[in-house]
């Protein structure tokens, strides 16, 4: 079996197994570029096109896969980062800037979400992923309040960084994990019995955290239980991840697409030009992996589906 790098495609072979995820002849695109800090990518299945933050520059970008042209879809856009979709096809971001998760309806308006803790303001919402019972749960490091390049600047309200849930039904917030450094991408296993968290307090300290944990969910789904390292960042730290179809991670960092088993062994990379803050996986049979390098959106072809 061969180990190494598929000279010009971008795949980097490191356990034989990941060489069952790509084509070899399928390379790495650049789809457009233009960002200052490309991040939060997601797919709208109905509409084929991809939503993404270009946070620096206070506006979501939007990328339209039928013809390929870009467009703004929205600025300002409140220092907008993470993005996901909910179950009903709708848009949820975090807003640095205005410090909140919000939803934007089918019919263009904007509804706040959340933008309090026990009647303390939230610090700068970063990522958050859709349960399948509805609830969207989030992560609240202070990246957009720590100084103007992606917010602005203000006094944290809340007493550490931490991961926090929305009721489907009452719309209350509450913490299920208060000891992060610095919370950032996460992602439910396929079955939703596990959460994985990046913690990328390296941002902020060598000897800080870079890793992504692996917690176990109560019985009930709504609440946070044991919890374990699942992966060390070779290069960088982890920021944005997504889960395929085999529980396989594919992880953002400084070298690329950083590509774990469901045990956590690395057994593959994907070399992109720029450091990767965040990947979705879209196109017509989720088998397109769409990558926010710092200035720039790229895709690959994958023989696998997300």
């Not at 009903?88 to 807003?95: D, V, W």
């Not at 044991?226 to 960088?236: D, K, L």
């Not at 697409?257 to 057994?267: H, K, N, P």
Request: hydrophobic residues 35%; aromatic residues 10%.
């Amino acid at each position: 079996m061969f180990h190494g790098e598929i000279e010009g495609s971008g795949f980097e072979i490191i356990e034989p197994a990941f060489a069952q995820c790509f084509v070899g002849h399928a390379r790495l695109e650049r789809l457009w570029t233009g960002c200052r800090w490309a991040e939060g990518p997601a797919w709208f299945g109905g509409g084929r096109y991809l939503i993404w933050s270009d946070l620096p520059n206070d506006r979501l970008m939007r990328y339209d896969d039928t013809d390929g042209s870009v467009s703004v879809f929205r600025s300002p856009s409140g220092y907008a980062n993470g993005n996901t979709v909910d179950r009903e096809g709708r848009l949820i971001s975090c807003e640095h800037q205005n410090r909140r998760i919000t939803r934007t309806e089918h019919d263009g308006s904007v509804t706040v979400l959340a933008d309090r803790h026990a009647g303390k303001r939230l610090n700068s919402p970063n990522d958050v992923v859709v349960k399948s019972d509805g609830s969207i749960w989030f992560t609240d490091p202070d990246y957009g309040i720590i100084a103007d390049y992606e917010g602005t600047r203000a006094e944290r309200e809340q007493d550490g960084c931490h991961v926090y849930r929305i009721d489907p039904l009452s719309g209350a917030v509450s913490q299920v994990a208060t000891d992060f450094d610095h919370p950032n991408g996460l992602a439910f296993s396929r079955d939703e019995r596990f959460l994985f968290v990046a913690d990328s307090g390296f941002t902020e300290g060598a000897d800080r955290p870079r890793h992504i944990r692996r917690i176990a969910l109560t019985q009930d789904g709504k609440a946070l239980g044991e919890s374990t390292v699942f992966a060390h960042c070779p290069a960088g730290f982890f920021d944005g991840f997504r889960v395929d179809e085999q529980d396989r991670i594919w992880a953002s960092s400084a070298e690329g697409v950083q590509v774990y088993d469901r045990g956590g062994t690395l057994i593959g990379r994907v070399r992109v030009p720029e450091m990767v803050a965040n990947l979705s996986f879209g196109g017509a049979r989720r088998n397109r992996l769409f990558i926010c390098g710092t200035t720039s959106l790229y895709a690959i072809y994958l023989k696998i589906n997300g």
